[in-house]
């Protein structure tokens, strides 16, 4: 895509939560609470990684970036803290939260109404400095196409062996 | 997973067309007929493909390994035929055809009825040899999850540039 309209992003950032749930909701545990090992995440924790973003990270880093402040710092991302706040969770408790968070949070985007100008002020990433709007709002977007390739890894993981030699033809395995 | 309880692929199975429908029906042609370069697939493609397997590949390649005819070669697979198929169609034609056909072809895995010892019954795969109608199964399933995976990755390709810096924390673009 050679332009950015905001159109595009906001197409993907709303469909994701009920992709999700049709993806999920209901599903036996050994395809959603499964993970790849010891130290990775299984469908459940990512679902809580997705709405911890939308409470502390992304309108938060859109915020800064508009405001009036000089100070342009983004505050780091704990991208684990969902282990301990999930725990008594159902899956479909987490599905439900993130689908009307996403809502709300897609509702003050499009209410900041932002220009082609706005798109183009920074923040202070604090890993990788400048950073643009338009770049934060373009990640936004991949960042829940990435976590929707993940579960469908991590569900597939769950039948590595199953499948025998048709491995050999299957990506997502690899 | 332990066991293999056919009930478990059947619920990837089932979801897969509707999973689809909510992440492409309607969206911007940027996000469905984009692919990732010369000789790649687009989504609308990948949909082509996965009814061109309906058709072709899964259900027949059960009913050569349960028929009682002692030729157990399966017909080979045509991994392209799709580009000619669908050139005309709609992805919303596409999707709907799609749904259909594998709520058939469930129907039909069902009124099987196949049992532990069925899923061990072999048939001659053309490149592996002997493959078992287990792997088969667990294999439909999880190619289904490969393609979902694929659809997501083309589509996060399409904002390669626009993520700027987070490329480094984007597996999916990678």
Redesign the interface.
């Known amino acids: 895509?050679k332009d950015?309209d905001l159109?595009?992003?906001i197409?993907?950032l709303e469909?994701t939560p009920?992709?999700l749930k049709?993806?999920l909701q209901d599903?036996?545990v050994?395809?959603s609470h499964?993970n790849e090992g010891s130290e990775t995440w299984s469908a459940f924790d990512v679902i809580g990684h997705l709405i911890h973003g939308e409470k502390t990270d992304w309108i938060p880093r859109i915020e800064i970036i508009l405001s009036e402040s000089p100070d342009k710092n983004f505050i780091p991302f704990d991208r684990f803290a969902q282990s301990t706040e999930n725990q008594n969770k159902t899956l479909s408790q987490l599905l439900d939260q993130f689908e009307k968070i996403r809502k709300i949070n897609l509702e003050k985007l499009k209410s900041k109404n932002i220009t082609q100008d706005d798109l183009n002020k920074k923040g202070i990433?604090p890993a990788?400095?400048e950073?643009?709007l338009?770049?934060l709002i373009?990640?936004w977007?991949?960042?829940d196409?990435?976590h929707?390739?993940?579960i469908?890894?991590v569900?597939?993981f769950?039948?590595k062996k199953?499948?025998?030699?048709?491995i050999?033809y299957?990506?997502?395995?690899k």
């Open positions: 895509m950015f159109k595009k992003p197409e993907i469909r009920v992709v049709h993806i599903i036996s050994e395809w499964a990433h990788f400095g950073v643009s338009r770049q373009a990640t977007a991949v960042h196409l990435n929707i390739s993940q469908t890894r569900m597939a769950q039948y199953q499948v025998g030699p048709w050999e299957l990506r997502i395995l």
